[in-house]
């Protein structure tokens, strides 16, 4: 059979496996690291990217991550630079790039906040200037991706509607 997204997810898999277990060997807790942007439209691979004990940041979006990014490193480096500058991407396989498949974070998290925090209907959205195929598409992922949202770990809330308790949907609904 010919590679695809399986061999990619395996690859995430044995990576959380490995953290997770320096972590329970330290005594420690594994902190999730996907943000907002990704957990809205399921760009992450449960039991992988996607364990770990508590998100800290899984209620802010990936244009406010480098945000947040660049003010901690405000009067030294902390972060490296190569890793705020470089292109976003889910590193599993040469060349990738997440606007292989997504919108720029920008349009995206436009587009996710008019629909998660303000809960703006599709037509509104549109009105605004963004694309119609695009708008749909984004929130078909949106709500095809429920399920990962339920196996995430506990987010720290930080808005008026993060995932899980901030905003419950049906697991299983036709949309």
Do not use: C, H, W
Not at 7 to 34: C, F
Not at 59 to 86: C, F, M, Q
Not at 131 to 141: A, G, Q, Y
Request: hydrophobic residues 40%; charged residues 25%; glycine residues 6%.
């Amino acid at each position: 059979m010919a590679r695809d997204v399986t061999e990619e997810n395996i690859q995430a898999r044995v990576r959380a496996v490995l953290l997770m277990a320096v972590a329970n060997k330290s005594g420690y807790i594994l902190l999730n690291t996907s943000n907002k942007s990704e957990a809205a439209v399921g760009y992450g691979t449960l039991y992988g990217d996607m364990a770990g004990g508590l998100s800290i940041i899984g209620d802010v979006y990936k244009t406010d991550v480098y945000k947040l990014a660049g003010y901690i490193n405000r009067n030294k480096e902390i972060i490296p630079s190569n890793i705020i500058n470089k292109a976003p991407s889910a590193e599993l396989r040469p060349g990738q790039f997440d606007t292989d498949s997504l919108p720029e974070y920008k349009i995206l998290d436009s587009i996710l906040y008019q629909y998660i925090e303000l809960q703006k209907p599709v037509s509104y959205i549109i009105s605004s200037g963004y694309d119609e195929v695009l708008v749909e598409k984004v929130l078909k992922m949106i709500n095809s991706n429920e399920y990962k949202r339920y196996q995430a770990p506990p987010v720290l809330r930080i808005s008026s509607k993060a995932f899980g308790a901030g905003r419950r949907m049906p697991l299983v609904a036709k949309y």
